[in-house]
């Protein structure tokens, strides 16, 4: 079976078209996608502007993630799932836009640079202080997360546009 046949099932499946199709459901999944945005990338922004330096210095890194760490979890789980919905109910449409795979590459890449940083970071951090001076990896991987998640945001926001041209 190829790409474009798995796509044309998915797209064609009885949950896709019945979300393409229904007045209320499709708006209610983008709704939640967009709430499940709010909570993750907005609260990677405070994250990431803390790790630049340009915000919150007065706090460690840790006391500014750790209590936010369940609520960007909850938020990337949200946005993922309702995602996968959104994807299911147009796949064939935005399959054969060009920014559709450019969008999940740069997540792929977020969601790398996120991985290396708590690898590389994450338990170091906690016994950061406020005072010091926070290493340029660290600060570089904050800036590339807030490049990556902007630029997915607009690229999503993209996509629907681009799919009635």
Do not use: C
């Not at 945005?37 to 210095?57: E, H, M």
């Not at 795979?101 to 970071?121: H, Q, S, T």
Request: glycine letters at 6%.
């Amino acid at each position: 079976m190829s790409l474009a046949e798995v796509i044309t099932l998915i797209n064609d499946s009885k949950l896709g078209t019945a979300l393409r199709e229904s007045i209320y459901m499709y708006p209610i999944v983008e709704g939640i996608h967009l709430v499940g945005l709010a909570f993750s990338v907005g609260l990677i922004l405070f994250v990431d502007l803390r790790l630049i330096g340009i915000f919150l210095r007065q706090l460690p890194v840790n006391q500014v993630l750790k209590p936010l760490r369940p609520w960007l979890l909850a938020g990337f789980t949200v946005t993922f799932l309702s995602g996968l919905l959104l994807f299911i109910a147009d796949a064939e449409k935005v399959t054969k836009i060009w920014l559709f795979p450019v969008k999940l590459a740069l997540i792929v890449l977020a969601g790398l640079n996120a991985a290396w940083f708590e690898y590389r970071w994450g338990k170091r951090l906690q016994t950061e202080v406020a005072s010091a001076a926070l290493p340029a990896a660290v600060r570089l991987a904050g800036l590339a997360s807030l490049l990556l998640w902007s630029t997915v945001v607009a690229a999503g926001r993209m996509i629907p546009y681009l799919a009635y041209k």
